[in-house]
């Protein structure tokens, strides 16, 4: 199986997402996008749950002590504030609260594409410069595996 590195995998995974939201934006005034909203809070969910288990170790690890903690802290809070912006929306999904549930996909759209843009431009970038080859492409496997298991349920 070709592996891919672990930034490679995650803005690959970016793109899945992008399309999640661009089908979102489309279809947001039929009764059908409620599935396809709980399709994309369940894909986000995974990329950030992979994200924290695989990524964010190695990030704290290279990054952290002394190198850049201010970098590490400020994905750590983006990351929480992700979690709480897809609470909401799942909330509103549940209640059926149609214009809090469009609100929150804009506010949802509109983060998600800053957070993936840094994430590209700024993270990425950052952690080809300090991480070995060898060590991105280990975690980019084992994340694919989780990945993979995540697509069986
Ligand atoms: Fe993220
Ligand atoms: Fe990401």
Redesign the pocket.
Known sequence: MMTMDIDHL??E??GR?RADLVRIRQNLSRPGVRDLIRAFISDYEM??SI?EEFLLPVVREYLGSRRNPGLVQSYEEEHERIWGLLEQMMDALNFTRYRELQKTFFDIAASSEA??AY??RVLFRVIREVIEPEVLAKIGERAEARMARFALH
Request: no cysteine; charged share 40%; aromatic share 8%.
């Open positions: 995650l803005a995974d970016h997402l990329h950030e994200e957070h993936f994430e590209e």
